[in-house]
């Protein structure tokens, strides 16, 4: 399997609440963020969204989709809300939020790892193509955030 770590950050000028409202309805993502095709909830979760199961179908600029289920295994409201996947990639995925005056940032850490065999084979020299791909689908939901929230966006950074 090829690893991956990806960092990626946005500045919103949008209140925090808001952003994370947002973030945390991973159902409506669809709706603002247009390289995800589907979003289906397969487990409801505690009050929190604790335990919650939501299975994601991307597609990517390169003509290929993944398929993975995502499952919160930690939730601090306005803060934090980490989950696991499992599927076409594995690993955890982690949002964390902070505010200062106006502007929301968003710092997504996503730790994962191929599971498809075709990735793992390329992965030696696909690998800044896949990369590449990652920053194109976080900068549609950053764009597409904005949007949805009526904000504006006032940038985007990729570690």
């Known amino acids: ?8 950050i946005w500045q919103l000028e949008a209140p925090i609440d808001e952003v994370y409202r947002a973030l945390s309805q991973a ?23 604790i335990g919650r199961v939501y299975r994601y179908v991307w597609k990517s600029r390169l003509g290929y ?15 934090l809300i980490v989950g696991k ?3 076409d990639v594995q690993g955890t995925g982690c949002w964390r939020l902070s505010q200062k005056d106006d502007v929301t940032r968003v710092r997504y850490e996503w730790q994962v790892c191929t599971t498809r065999r075709w990735m793992n084979l390329l992965a030696p020299v696909a690998r800044p193509l896949f990369a590449w791909n990652h920053n194109t689908v976080m900068q549609d939901g950053a764009i597409g955030l904005a949007r949805w929230l009526d904000a504006r966006l006032l940038g985007t950074e990729h570690e």
């Open 85 to 87: 996947a499992s599927g």
């Open 1 to 8: 399997m090829a690893d991956y770590r990806f960092v990626t």
């Open 27 to 49: 159902i409506f993502w669809p709706v603002w963020w247009k390289s995800l095709l589907r979003v289906e909830e397969l487990a409801p979760g505690d009050a929190q969204g």
């Open 65 to 79: 989709r993944l398929r993975f289920d995502m499952q919160v295994v930690r939730v601090q409201p306005h803060r």
